[in-house]
T-cell receptor, first 113, second 111 residues
Framework: GGIITQTPKFLIGQEGQKLTLKCQQN?????MYWYRQDSGKGLRLIYY???????QKGDLSEGYDASREKKSSFSLTVTSAQKNEMAVFLC????????????FGPGTRLTVL | QQKVQQSPESLIVPEGAMTSLNCTFS??????FAWYRQHSGKAPKALMS????GEKEEGRFTIHLNKASLHFSLHIRDSQPSDSALYLC???????????FGGGTRLTVRP
């Protein structure tokens, strides 16, 4: 089996600050995703990457940047943190894009002061 | 753009009951349908998935899919307190690519 690691577990920033969240997977999966989950709600797709060096915008990409440094890692940057985007950010990976199970990391909880 | 909605938002059932969770979607050409379960403070985990119309059973869990009605559901037989969680349905787009998740149903099973 594999594992997805997200760092940090908790991230506290000031309004307007640029913040970076990191994700690593050892499944050797091609496709990785970033989702945002507001308190107890569903998941909204921010960015995804079909394979190394690929980036695709999701439905919620405004205010975020992403980087797929290598096959195993995928970073998300909040370009200017806002109080209304306090949420849990979840990273996931799957073998490929499409009808394949997505495996999720434990999440990074973002607090904006 | 795919729209996915779940009902009810929350549900409380007694232990041993049959639980039914619903999911509607907007694109009849969607190809892949899945349910994920998220226990409190944990990561979502895939529960079951289906590609074609009909029914699929795995243990106490059954998925029904009716593409013409734009509806699929999850049924839990003999619900257990350990089934208490947030249930998320997910539907692919018509290219069978990225998933759109519903807003979730919070299930509580009372002992």
């Amino acid at each position: 089996g594999g594992i997805i690691t997200q760092t940090p577990k908790f991230l506290i920033g000031q309004e307007g600050q640029k913040l970076t969240l990191k994700c690593q997977q050892n499944f050797n999966h091609d496709t990785m995703y970033w989702y945002r989950q507001d308190s107890g709600k569903g998941l909204r797709l921010i960015y995804y990457s079909i394979t190394e060096n690929d980036l695709q915008k999701g439905d919620l990409s405004e205010g975020y940047d992403a980087s797929r440094e290598k096959k195993s890692s995928f970073s998300l940057t909040v370009t200017s943190a806002q109080k209304n985007e306090m949420a849990v950010f979840l990273c996931a990976s799957s073998i490929a894009l499409g009808g394949y199970e997505q495996y999720f990391g434990p999440g990074t909880r973002l607090t904006v002061l | 753009q795919q729209k996915v909605q779940q009902s009810p938002e929350s549900l409380i059932v007694p232990e041993g009951a049959m639980t039914s969770l619903n999911c509607t979607f907007s694109d009849s050409a969607s190809q892949y349908f899945a349910w994920y379960r998220q226990h409190s403070g944990k990561a979502p985990k895939a529960l079951m998935s289906i590609f074609s119309n009909g029914e699929k059973e795995e243990g106490r869990f059954t998925i029904h899919l009716n593409k013409a009605s734009l509806h699929f559901s999850l049924h839990i037989r003999d619900s257990q307190p350990s089934d208490s969680a947030l249930y998320l349905c997910a539907v692919s787009d018509n290219a069978g690519a990225k998933l759109t998740f519903g807003g979730g149903t919070r299930l509580t099973v009372r002992p």
